[in-house]
Every structure is written in structure tokens, then in C-alpha cells.
């Protein structure tokens, strides 16, 4: 006997409830749109009078290509006064595998 094979839908993403989007929202993400979703129970810590609050939102997802990636390695974001300054990340990712070349050839 053939059985029916059933999808599963499962989600892990930075701040999103895990397995809280479906697979079309994955793929509307991935085409660039922005999906809209409600969260439940969030909790927020107010550190100004010690109080936590728990409140339901709803949070905008959408994909991003900021992060840069070089030999299979992301570069952290760098901002300075605000602006994010890809050059300089690249110059230190460059000025580190230097380095490295440097030490293991003249040791």
C-alpha cells in the first residue's frame, strides 16, 4: 500500500518563534518580500524600573544580503557613526589572513 508522504514545515530564524513560519512564508522571504507575522507572549525587561512585560507584536521579516562572505566565513558588521563600512571589515579580514601567511612561512 502507498501512503500519502505529508510535508513538514519547520523554520529557524534569528528572532522568529522557531517553526512559526510555513513554507510559502520561507519562500516569500527568499524572493524578497517582507512577511508580516503576530508573536505571542514576547517578553521585554525594563532595566529603568526593574519590571518585566509581556506583550504580543508583530514582526516584519525580510531578507538581507549585508553580510559579506569570504572562504566560507561571514565578516561581522562594522559601524562607525552609524554607517556601515564594508571596506573596512574586508581590509581586516585581508590583514588577518596576511598575517597568518606571514607566521607560517617565516617561523
Do not use: C
Not at 8 to 24: C, E, M, Q, W, Y
Not at 44 to 50: E, G, H, Q, R, V
Amino acid at each position: 500500500m502507498h501512503g500519502v508522504q505529508q510535508r513538514i514545515d519547520k523554520s529557524v530564524f534569528a528572532g522568529v518563534p522557531r517553526n512559526s513560519l510555513t513554507f510559502n512564508q520561507i519562500k516569500a522571504i527568499f524572493n524578497g518580500e517582507i512577511v508580516t507575522i503576530n508573536v505571542d507572549n514576547r517578553f521585554f525587561k525594563s532595566f529603568n524600573n526593574l519590571s518585566i512585560t509581556i506583550k504580543n507584536i508583530k514582526l516584519t521579516i525580510k531578507n538581507t544580503n549585508d553580510k559579506i562572505k569570504i572562504n566560507n566565513e561571514y565578516l561581522p558588521v562594522v559601524i562607525n557613526n552609524g554607517f556601515y563600512n564594508s571596506f573596512e571589515a574586508l581590509f581586516n579580514k585581508f590583514k588577518k589572513l596576511i598575517n597568518k601567511t606571514i607566521k607560517k612561512y617565516f617561523k
